[in-house]
């Protein structure tokens, strides 16, 4: 899963930087991390964000994962022509 995890980053990361979006620097979760996140809980974990959060937290996926209701925030803020563009790709 590790390996599946990296390719989906370096994809969101390559996506984001397409479409030349910007984040707030202080923020501790990127926006591709954030997006790996819910590709993530789709694929492995039938969009259960907590669980995925739980089992990320303990086996050290993320190093600086956040807590639930952020996550939930982060994933609203990242805009829409991302998740469609993902879509494509992951589809």
Request: net charge positive; with cysteine.
């Amino acid at each position: 899963m590790l390996d599946a995890m990296t390719v989906i980053y370096c994809i969101c990361d390559e996506v984001w930087k397409v479409l030349g979006l910007n984040d707030n620097s202080q923020c501790r979760m990127s926006p591709p991390e954030v997006m790996t996140f819910v590709i993530i809980s789709s694929h492995f974990h039938d969009c259960n964000y907590q669980r995925t959060r739980l089992v990320s937290k303990v086996l050290h996926y993320f190093p600086k994962i956040i807590s639930l209701s952020q996550l939930v925030r982060r994933i609203h803020k990242i805009p829409q022509q991302v998740w469609h563009g993902l879509r494509k790709v992951f589809a």
